[in-house]
T-cell receptor
Framework: GENVEQHPSTLSVQEGDSAVIKCTYS??????FPWYKQELGKRPQLIID?????GEKKDQRIAVTLNKTAKHFSLHITETQPEDSAVYFC???????????????FGKGITLSVRP | EAGVTQFPSHSVIEKGQTVTLRCDPI?????LYWYRRVMGKEIKFLLH????????ESGMPNNRFLAERTGGTYSTLKVQPAELEDSGVYFC????????????FGPGTRLTVT
């Protein structure tokens, strides 16, 4: 089955610095790659996603890059702020052409701490 | 638009007891998913409904877990009898058919079995 791994498991950065979280997956058929953010005590929320027909996507301070050959995708957060502190999960659909209606296989999550 | 809601938010029960969790998806979402996160570990898939039908139940741990979605609206997940290893946060998510792929999560139910 699909195996999704995240590195590192914890990350601490100084406010204003950049943070990069990497995720690897095993299913070469996967073509949808979301990142979810879960703040303490709150629900996981999608913050950015990418499909396999593009290599990079940006949304303000957040970007995701995809390397299909190496089967990894990374979350980049620039100019980090204390409110970026949360657990970040990468995920991949089990199989499905569009990813719209399939279950997600999640990584273990990474706890990002932004020091003021 | 109201988001996905779950009830209760917390539940503490003794080993051997029964607990029923409820999820109300976003109105009109045909797809409903149950996930579980045991402390410190990944969010693991349990079950996927499309309307009232079970599309995929490959993640259900054993026959102590029973999920239903009568009428294709809200869903319940019953654990009977509960065991210590069932403790964790149970998330429900929903998505529309033909959507972008985003799954909208509920706030979760924290289940503690003592």
């Amino acid at each position: 089955g699909e195996n999704v791994e995240q590195h590192p498991s914890t990350l601490s950065v100084q406010e204003g610095d950049s943070a990069v979280i990497k995720c690897t997956y095993s299913d070469s058929a996967s073509n949808y790659f979301p990142w979810y953010k879960q703040e303490l005590g709150k629900r996981p929320q999608l913050i950015i996603d990418i499909r396999s027909n593009v290599g990079e996507k940006k949304d303000q301070r957040i970007a995701v890059t995809l390397n299909k050959t190496a089967k990894h995708f990374s979350l980049h957060i620039t100019e980090t702020q204390p409110e970026d502190s949360a657990v970040y999960f990468c995920a991949s659909p089990r199989y499905n052409y569009t990813g719209a209606n399939s279950k997600l296989t999640f990584g273990k999550g990474i706890t990002l701490s932004v020091r003021p | 638009e109201a988001g996905v809601t779950q009830f209760p938010s917390h539940s503490v029960i003794e080993k051997g007891q029964t607990v029923t969790l409820r999820c109300d998806p976003i109105s009109g979402h045909d797809n409903l998913y149950w996930y579980r996160r045991v402390m410190g570990k990944e969010i693991k898939f349990l079950l996927h409904f499309v309307k009232e039908s079970k599309q995929d139940e490959s993640g259900m741990p054993n026959n102590r877990f029973l999920a239903e979605r009568t009428g294709g609206t809200y869903s319940t997940l019953k654990v009977q009898p509960a065991e210590l290893e069932d403790s964790g946060v149970y998330f429900c998510a929903s998505s529309p058919s033909g959507g972008t792929g985003e799954q909208y999560f509920g706030p979760g139910t924290r289940l503690t079995v003592t």
